[in-house]
């Protein structure tokens, strides 16, 4: 079996081509869509010279570019450097020259930023219009093939936040990956007809694996949020019927705090899994005007990923005391 993580979706693209994979408020592709559009932006990343093992940037917001760009890479057999949307010059710059890049693909509204690093590095720059892009992506000739890898070689190169020296890049292989997304799926027993809420960004490891990996890998449905916002969340939990919802502490607090908490339903909601911070119990709790609202199936989770790593380490479960009755897994 190729361990290449493009086989994710390109398998479940094969079992659901006309389920939802990805959706953005009123925008929605069916697997055989986005797989598709996968297999253009490696024809087009191949005809910038781009081959296999090369390193390229994406710098995009949670838009359904950034899954079209990060499986065409991996497609080539390429490896993929996520970026914050938000890095200035010089950190791009860093980025760029440590991992020598030779293409970095960005967001339109962030392309300042990106514009004089690639200069300077050498970086061919790829800008993401969300209209103009599709138009040339569309035009590039399609690669059906996705590349044999080895199960240890370089799928993605995550950096760390720097924040005791330079930001340093941890290579993640593709079974590393492959291997936690099958870890995830023992804990949380995802299936196709889940609704993931994707408000975590994909440019780091909890967004990317916990939720965007095990999506493709189970054929589920990644609706997103390109900036979290406590009252858009709770519209899309109710539109969409969102079945399992990834956050950080932060976020669940801003949602239980919110003067939204009571006004929509949320009843569809059967797991809640939180990361990268120790949540704390009242925020695994519901507040007494939301709980008449929330499903008394649902289930709280906690761990605490390692931002450079694959995220998903040790588990231990513990009874929660909640008005829903949840149960509660604490990391280790």
């Keep these: 079996m190729n361990p290449n993580l493009a086989t994710l979706l390109q398998n479940s693209a094969e079992k659901f081509s006309e389920r939802t994979a990805i959706r953005l408020d009123d925008t929605a592709l069916p697997y055989a869509m986005l797989n598709g559009a996968t297999m253009h932006v490696a024809g087009l990343l191949a005809s910038k010279g781009v081959k296999q093992g090369d390193r390229i940037g994406v710098m995009l917001p949670n838009v359904p570019h950034f899954p079209m760009v990060y499986y065409g890479v991996l497609r080539l057999g390429a490896i993929v450097v996520p970026m914050n949307v938000l890095l200035t ?7 760029m020259s440590d991992s020598g890049a030779k293409v970095l693909v960005v967001w339109n509204d962030f392309a300042p930023e990106a514009e004089a690093a690639c200069e300077e590095t050498g970086t061919e720059l790829i800008k993401v219009d969300p209209v103009e892009f599709m138009d040339v992506v569309g035009k590039a000739d399609p690669i059906k093939e996705i590349a044999e890898v080895e199960p240890d070689d370089t799928a993605v190169i995550l950096y760390t ?4 020296g330079t930001p340093k890049g941890a290579e993640l292989t593709h079974q590393n990956i492959r291997s936690n997304v099958e870890s995830i799926l023992g804990l949380f027993g995802p299936t196709e007809e889940d609704v993931v809420f994707g408000g975590l960004p994909l440019f780091h490891i909890f967004g990317q694996t916990v939720s965007m990996n095990m999506v493709a890998k189970v054929g589920a449905e990644l609706t997103l949020l390109p900036r979290f916002d406590p009252e858009k969340t709770f519209e899309i939990i109710q539109r969409d019927k969102v079945t399992i919802f990834m956050g950080v502490p932060t976020m669940y607090a801003a ?10 339903d949320v009843s569809s909601l059967r797991l809640c899994v939180s990361g990268g911070a120790a949540l704390p119990a009242r925020s695994s709790r519901p507040s007494r005007r939301s709980s008449d609202r929330r499903s008394s199936r649902a289930t709280a989770s906690r761990k605490r990923p390692r931002s450079p790593a694959s995220p998903v380490s040790t588990w231990s479960a513990s009874p929660a005391r909640s008005a829903c009755r949840s149960r509660m897994w604490n990391s280790a």
């Design 89 to 95: 010059g010089r950190e791009i710059k860093h980025y």
């Design 255 to 264: 949602l239980l705090h919110s003067a939204y908490s009571g006004d929509h």
């Design 161 to 164: 936040s720097g924040t005791t």
